[in-house]
């Protein structure tokens, strides 16, 4: 069968998985301090007794797009919003993981938690809100609370741990959450500040993920084309031969 069927299927392929990526990242545009997914792909060209005038295409690790998006006003106590680099750590099943989305809430057993339901953690482990505390986050990371039974009374209740690793040592995971491609945990940096309720929105912008969109599209068409042409072409040639014989 002729190399460009598989060449044009190869591309149409991955034009398909850039089109689930481009898909998630709109699906997210409203997500806070979500980062935008990149995909990327490189050529493979078909190497045989001729010259490689063919090629299929990879995937290659897929990155993240990690430009700050714009801060957004909540007035909520447990919403916070990193004011430049950096990360909360979080604890999930699979071990440490870090996100930029600071939209906190407190579950039945007083934990700490992130709306999707990881641990968030404090310097010392995760943080546990007591019963009737009205709770502030501060800009370096202090969590602290006043009883509702006495407001006199304001306790320090841990402090979140905020890191700063390198982004080029960190990939997104299935959860949309980041890790150490080493898998060590981060250090803890005392250089991140938070700005207390507010939120990071997306960096997704919605009209160049639409035109990519339809960019993909076009691609996708002009392989299925080509497709429909390599079998056109597969059956004039065995209708000649046909015919020679």
């Not at 295409?57 to 919003?81: K, W």
């Not at 084309?225 to 209708?239: D, F, I, P, T």
């Amino acid at each position: 069968m002729d190399r460009l069927i598989y060449t044009a299927m190869s591309g149409a392929k991955h034009t398909m998985l850039r089109q689930g990526t481009i898909s998630n990242n709109l699906a997210n545009a409203q997500t806070p301090g979500f980062r935008s997914e990149l995909a990327a792909f490189r050529a493979l060209p078909v190497l045989g007794g001729g010259l490689p005038t063919r090629a299929f295409v990879a995937e290659q690790t897929t990155g993240a797009d990690f430009t700050p998006a714009p801060l957004m006003q909540t007035g909520r106590e447990l919403d916070a919003a990193i004011d430049g680099n950096g990360w909360f750590a979080v604890q999930t099943g699979s071990g440490e993981a870090y996100t930029r989305n600071g939209s906190f809430e407190i579950d039945a057993a007083g934990l700490l938690k992130t709306r999707s339901g990881a641990v968030v953690l404090g310097e010392n482990g995760p943080i546990t809100i007591p019963e009737n505390t009205r709770v502030t986050i501060g800009p370096d990371g202090t969590v602290s609370g006043v009883s509702l039974d006495d407001v006199t009374q304001n306790n320090e209740l841990g402090r979140l741990k905020l890191v700063d690793p390198n982004v080029a040592e960190l990939e997104r995971g299935s959860d949309g959450l980041f890790r150490l491609r080493s898998g060590e945990n981060a250090a803890v940096s005392a250089d991140v500040r938070l700005a207390g309720g507010m939120l990071e929105g997306s960096n997704v912008n919605p009209v160049s993920e639409l035109v990519n969109m339809i960019s993909a599209q076009r691609q996708y068409d002009v392989q299925m084309q080509l497709l429909q042409k390599a079998n056109e072409n597969a059956r004039a040639a065995s209708q000649v031969m046909a015919f020679n014989a």
